[in-house]
């Protein structure tokens, strides 16, 4: 997480600073409060659609990225953290830009005579421009009215994912909005300095993006289509078991990676962890527990040969370090990138010490009796708790039943809160942080 919020904060600095270079404003002129609205309102506006733009350009599932920002879980989170940033500094922006004009209109804000503009050549672009201002006004208002909601709803988290889906695809439609009034209103000066070219190639890129979210065409290269092979029900832990024959030329996943799954076109994709090593042969498996109104009707939905789209892979969560020994956590469904990773180390082992921590509320007899084959053939040692019969599990659990735990890798999969209490402990004890990769289980 520490990548991901210096990577936030040192962005936003940089366009600070650029605007600060690029900004010729004399600070000692600033004489009264309309000449300072003006500077916020070219500041805020350049913040604003700076962050915006990466945001687009995240959203479109960019795996360069992936080693650099620590896998797709994590760049959305970064996304989330620039669409609330982008929220916020346009809320600001509209203030700014309306509350005077309603001070002025109530008789208790003055608006200073402003001297006429310069004169400028009718064909020239920033002669265009200035004739584009009201119009870019306007647009940029309703494109800042239509993000509001839409941003205000995709933060809803009872808001169901299947019409999270298909509205937050539209702010594609407002952000092309907000690119032409931020073209047209932000200071011409900029263009010609160290500003422009940088904003002209954020918001060139962000808006290649939107179209490909508009159209749908999004990460398609990395898309194959297959059919349900088979499925096994675990009742006693509401769980799925699905298995997936590739029809395509899927390029390989290495162990604890994801990728996003659709199984009917009006509820779009869904992230869910790949449970399987891959051996080359095209099939692949996704355990799936029933957590939500779209997952919970899956064991009446699905049939064996239903078609099927597969995105992916995607994640950093691939069990890769200096370290020979590594302690795993699995909590509940969070089990699901180690059973993947078992069934690799047993084709392929990689000789490191493992201890593998599964803690679940519902004990399921089949379902662990099947995960004890795996770590036996996988020669790792497996500790489960069960919530009702051994308590929870904490720091002090581990470090006792691994006494070299400040050698380890930790890898943790499961309730985020959890994660984070046991990243907390473990670091507070000696664990160093880079030690401790946790999988972000909410893209949202």
Known sequence: MKTLKRTFWIYLLVLTGLWWLADQTDWSSLDHFFRWRTVWMQYSGVLGIGVMSLAMLLAIRPVVLEPHLGGLDKMYRLHKWLGIAGLTLSVSHWLMAQVPKWLVGWGLLERPVRPPP????????QQFLTNQRHLAESIGEWAFYAALALMVLALVKRFPYRWFFKTHRLLAVAYLALVWHSVVLMKFDYWSGVLGPVMAVLMAAGSVAAVLVLFRRVAVSRQVVGEVASINHHEALNVLALDIQLKGRWAGHESGQFAFLTIHEDEGPHPFTLSSAWTGDGRIQFIIKALGDYTGTLADRLRVGDPVKVEGPYGRFNFQG???RQIWVGGGIGITPFISRLKALTETPDGKAIDLFHTTVVYDPEAIGLLERDAQAANVRLHVLWDERDGR????RICKTVPDWRDADVW???????GQALKQDLTARGLPEARFHQELFALR
């Open 412 to 418: 943790f999969c499961g309730p985020a809160g959890f």
């Open 118 to 125: 310069p004169a400028l050549p009718a064909d020239s672009i």
């Open 393 to 396: 599990l904490d720091a002090e």
């Open 322 to 324: 200096e370290p020979s």
